[in-house]
Nanobody
């Protein structure tokens, strides 16, 4: 049974930083492309970042200067470092996985976590 469990969300002031984590089990982590998406209230889920099994990284254009995605294959864990947070970054952040190459759309991904809430106050 595949499980993805996010953590690290919370309330932070604008300009602050957060590091999100995703612990996984039940999949051969090192062979998967892993990603982060987010969903703000009233909006569709959107791509944030992804990292493939070769550790190549991909970012949403609007976030690439403030986010760093990384993975630890030994721990089967995924991370997202977010800096210079803005109120518009407020959203539920989801960890997700897929077999094969990187993709930036939701339907390409197979497994999803329950999400972790990030709230940025102004």
């Amino acid at each position: 049974q595949v499980q993805l469990v996010e953590s690290g969300g919370g309330l932070v002031q604008a300009g602050g930083s957060l590091r999100l984590s995703c612990a996984t089990s039940g999949l051969t982590f090192s062979t998967y492309t892993m990603g982060w998406f987010r969903q703000a209230p009233g909006k569709e889920r959107e791509f944030v970042a992804a990292i493939n099994w070769r550790h190549s990284t991909y970012y949403a254009e609007s976030l690439k200067d403030r986010c760093t995605i990384s993975r630890d294959n030994a721990k089967a864990a995924l991370y997202l470092q977010m800096d210079s947070l803005k109120p518009e970054d407020t959203a539920v952040y989801y960890c997700t996985s897929k077999v094969g190459a990187y993709a930036n759309y939701e339907a390409a991904y197979d497994y999803w976590g329950q999400g972790t809430q990030v709230t940025v106050s102004s």
